[in-house]
């Protein structure tokens, strides 16, 4: 079961409740693996609604072994996710929102998130597919 506190998010993909989280060294799993000068550079990219299926993947894999599962990129990139893109984009969205929450003692990103959603909590013109 997900620790919203610790930053975690369920997700069921193939069938199984799997936890994602970011964590600092996710963070910068990312950071290097999208050729990201900064971490704020991803809530531009989602803001922008420049977020490609790709950035998708990355962030899935790396959210995935975060929270604890052993799994590549290219592993993640063939589950299926219960509720089709739309679930996968809105987890991944909130995991990153929790890896910001001033409660958790990290700092937003120079441009929130929260800029990136839309009134329903999804991610505004991203391409999930």
């Known amino acids: 079961m997900a620790n919203r506190r610790r930053g975690e998010v369920t997700l ?3 069938g199984s409740p799997l936890i994602l989280c970011l964590t600092l060294g996710a ?3 990312l950071e290097d693996s999208m050729g990201l000068a900064n971490i704020g550079e991803l809530a531009d990219r989602f803001s922008a609604g420049k977020v490609r299926s790709a950035d998708l993947v990355k962030i899935l894999g790396a959210a995935l072994r975060a929270g604890g599962t052993n799994i590549t990129d ?3 990139a063939r589950m299926r996710c219960e509720g089709g893109a739309a679930a996968l984009t809105k987890a ?3 995991v990153l929102r929790l890896a910001f929450d001033p409660a958790s003692g990290n700092e937003h990103p120079p441009h929130s998130i929260d800029t990136a959603l839309g009134s329903n909590g999804e991610a505004s013109n991203a391409n999930p597919a």
């Open 12 to 14: 069921i993909l193939d």
């Open 27 to 29: 963070l910068a799993e």
């Open 74 to 76: 290219q592993q993640a």
């Open 92 to 94: 991944l969205v909130d």
